[in-house]
């Protein structure tokens, strides 16, 4: 088993990892255009883990509450391909990009998966770790063009 001091890179490199190893849920944020995707996604199989990105900024709220279907006369909430990936993966590792670029009710529906490990019906293995990727609230596309029309109203 991997440790801290096993895994090579900066000190932050080696908190995220032993995070990962120790399946606590864990935010990276950093400035767009980075490399964050990217780099965790390498990063991903050199700790021997299967990875699945899910980018919230383009996703619904169903895409992590689940849709309702009919399963032999009653109803439940469906799962999907990425979520059955992950829990067949020896090990997974769930990358949530663009998290707080997501709709409010997007990202609702991603925080249930990272505190209650559910999506749909369909809970994650123990095996699967969760790391949410996001720019600085600062940087955020909402926020930026929230400032331009402010500053153009009061400049007009």
Known sequence: ????????????????AAGVEANVPTAVIGEPG????????SSTSGWG?????????????????GVMIEDKGAIKYS???WVQNLNKAAKGLLLLDEFNTSAPS???GMLRVVQERYVGDTMLADS????ALMNPI????????????RCCSENS
């Open 34 to 41: 980075q490399g964050k995707t990217a780099t965790m996604e």
């Open 79 to 81: 799962s999907f391909q």
């Open 106 to 108: 997007t990202m609702k």
């Open 138 to 149: 600062a940087r955020r596309y909402d926020a930026i063009v929230c400032c331009r029309r």
């Open 128 to 131: 699967v770790s969760i790391v």
């Open 1 to 16: 088993m991997a440790t801290n001091y096993t895994f090579p890179g900066s000190p932050f490199q080696r908190a995220l």
């Open 49 to 65: 883990r299967h990875c699945e990105t899910v980018i919230g900024s383009n996703r619904e709220a169903t895409d992590f509450l």
